[in-house]
């Protein structure tokens, strides 16, 4: 059975399972191994497989696959499970369970299969042998079917060395229809079209679909600021003019009031979730256009004045199409742009001043400046990827990966090794923070032992600063109350004892060298770079 398993991800198109081996997998293992087409990446913790498949199919559009053993394995992925989930990014998660026969009697690694129903999209389990392939193409189909998701598939241990007849997956070739009704987009290109001051609030919703384009014009005919949020960084340049930031808790009050004062909003690709938008208490413009394809997105923060239930690049196309029937068109003012990114840029530049250590925008800065234009960037969660959401220009929509409400920490590293392994020759970089890298260290080892040749920069401040900052401003502790400077960490030598090569870079001109250096390397390279542990937080910053 475990060939026909195997022979079924191949056919549909997986080329790459991220896992670790265990006596429960063995028997899928040596059927992925017995295939050409199927590599098997074999990672050092549980908790990096699901974080790399996130990575390759959110620089990639495609899925991938993960593998654990049952219990420990399945639930320290069941963190990148729910951070897939709450993205909306595609993973088939083929997790071993435990003997049927077995269950209830404390097996080892036994765990109930519902504990996984909520981290998943949907959590299947295969209860007859026969099944098998059934239920695996059943579980594909659903994580490519937006709005896409990780589907769990559980596969008893003994089912897999089983020679069985296996019932064969009927092939669908109907998909759902994600057009507009025609009525709602009348609806909302009369109220764009009536509009003074349209702003547009873009989503990962937007990638998904594969519509930057269809956003842009739809910006470039209404003359409309674009607003990220977080998963939606990159669907529109980082440099275009009607580019002015991203949502969150380090929006700059130029970027708020922009967003407050505008007279209709269209929000395409997003839920509107509480991370981006402050607990809903961000200010948007009272008419409100929302496509998204979540039912339940509409109203639960903002009351929609037209809700749409679809794509988003079929939605942009319709809307487009209905703006020029009204006679809307581009007069080529992008001055309330302008203003903001005018605004926001002066903030940064004040603290850019070549004073060591490095502050988090300088020296972001500074990598940003020494990357080839098209690098595909991975966040970790903490300080600098907050800062980064203001400071780094995103190259695409598939160029800039961070994690979006989840906000777990150890998403960097693991992400960039599956962005690496999908984009084999585009170059790949990992920013990430000493604390976030500390959560998944052990996969500089990985990339090490696969070959796998990415760019790992660490912005060590020696401090989970992010959090030292709040406890020092808005209670009685320490301002680095959380950090370690006391007990240094030297990432170079780390990885070095993992094999891996380092450099250290603590000026812009030694980050560039670096940087450089890195990029025309075949092989994986740390960066370590000091900054500022005292310097302050975009939350405050980008608001005061």
């Known amino acids: 059975m475990s060939r026909a398993v195997i022979d079924c991800l191949v056919d549909n198109g997986i080329d790459t399972v991220f896992g670790i081996p265990g006596k429960q997998s063995l028997p899928l293992n040596e059927g992925i191994d017995d295939n050409d087409n199927l590599d098997f990446v074999v990672a050092r913790h549980e908790t990096a497989v699901t974080h790399q498949a996130w990575g390759y199919a959110e620089t990639s559009g495609r899925m991938a696959g993960t593998v654990v053993i049952p219990g420990p394995g399945d639930m320290n992925a069941m963190n990148g499970l729910k951070n897939a989930l709450n993205d909306c990014t595609p993973l088939l998660h083929i997790a071993i369970e435990t003997e049927p026969e077995l269950r209830g009697g404390d097996a080892i690694h036994e765990t109930p299969p519902d504990t996984y129903d909520n981290a998943v999209k949907e959590n299947i389990v295969v209860k007859n042998p026969e099944s098998t392939l059934v239920d695996l193409q059943r579980a594909i189909t659903i994580a490519r079917t937006p709005p896409k998701g990780p589907v769990r598939l559980g596969i008893p241990k003994d089912f897999l060395p089983q020679e069985v007849p296996l019932a064969e997956p009927s092939l669908s070739s109907t998909s759902p229809d994600y057009s507009p009704a025609k009525k709602d987009i009348e609806r909302a290109a009369g109220l764009l079209a009536e509009?003074?001051?349209?702003?547009?609030?873009?989503?990962?919703?937007?990638?998904?679909?594969g519509a930057s384009e269809e956003l842009r014009a739809v910006a470039e005919q209404l003359d409309a600021p674009v607003v990220t949020t977080y998963k939606g960084k990159g669907v529109i340049p980082s440099d275009h003019d009607l580019c002015i930031g991203?949502?969150?808790?380090s929006a700059s009050s130029e970027l708020l009031d922009c967003l407050a004062e505008s007279d209709v909003g269209l929000a395409?690709?997003?839920?509107?979730?509480?991370?981006?938008?402050?607990?809903?208490?961000?200010n948007i413009p009272e008419s409100l256009i929302h496509v998204t394809l979540h039912a339940d997105d509409l109203g639960t923060g903002y009351k929609p004045t037209v809700g749409i239930i679809a794509d988003a690049r079929k939605s942009l196309i319709e809307l487009s199409t209905e703006l020029s029937?009204?006679?809307?068109?581009?007069?080529?003012?992008?001055s309330r742009a302008t203003q903001v990114k005018s605004q926001t840029e002066d903030r940064l530049l004040s603290l850019i001043d070549s004073t060591t250590p490095l502050t988090s925008v300088e020296a972001l800065?500074?990598?940003?400046?020494?990357?080839?234009?098209?690098?595909?960037?991975?966040?970790?969660?903490?300080?600098?990827?907050v800062w980064a959401l203001n400071a780094f220009d995103a190259a695409g929509p598939r160029k800039y990966v961070n994690p979006g409400s989840w906000a777990t920490m150890g998403t960097g590293l693991p992400s960039a090794i599956g962005a690496k392994l999908a984009n084999p020759d585009t170059p790949v970089v990992s920013i990430t923070g000493d604390g976030g890298l500390m959560m998944c260290i052990h996969e500089l080892h990985t990339a090490v032992?696969?070959?796998?040749?990415?760019?790992?920069?660490?912005?060590?401040?020696?401090?989970?600063?992010?959090?030292?900052?709040?406890?020092?401003?808005?209670?009685?502790?320490q301002m680095q109350e959380y950090g370690w400077d006391h007990a240094p960490l030297d990432?170079?030598?780390?990885?070095?004892?993992?094999?891996?090569?380092?450099?250290?870079?603590?000026?812009?001109?030694?980050?560039d060298e670096a940087v450089s250096e890195a990029v025309c390397s075949d092989e994986p390279i740390l960066i370590e770079t000091k900054t500022d542990p005292a310097e302050p937080q975009a939350s405050t910053w980008m608001q005061d």
């Not at 395409?268 to 961000?282: F, M, P």
């Not at 032992?449 to 030292?468: C, M, R």
């Not at 170079?492 to 000026?507: D, F, H, P, Q, V």
């Open 195 to 209: 509009s003074e001051r349209p702003i547009i609030i873009a989503g990962g919703g937007v990638r998904s679909s």
């Open 246 to 249: 991203a949502l969150g808790g």
């Open 268 to 282: 395409v690709g997003t839920d509107l979730d509480a991370l981006a938008t402050r607990g809903w208490s961000i």
């Open 325 to 334: 029937r009204c006679g809307v068109e581009s007069s080529g003012d992008y």
């Open 365 to 385: 800065r500074a990598i940003r400046e020494a990357l080839p234009d098209d690098t595909i960037a991975t966040f970790d969660a903490g300080g600098s990827k």
């Open 449 to 477: 032992s696969e070959g796998i040749p990415v760019i790992v920069i660490v912005l060590n401040n020696a401090d989970y600063a992010i959090i030292s900052e709040e406890a020092g401003r808005s209670y009685e502790l």
């Open 491 to 511: 990432f170079s030598t780390i990885a070095e004892g993992m094999g891996m090569r380092s450099l250290k870079a603590n000026t812009p001109e030694e980050i």
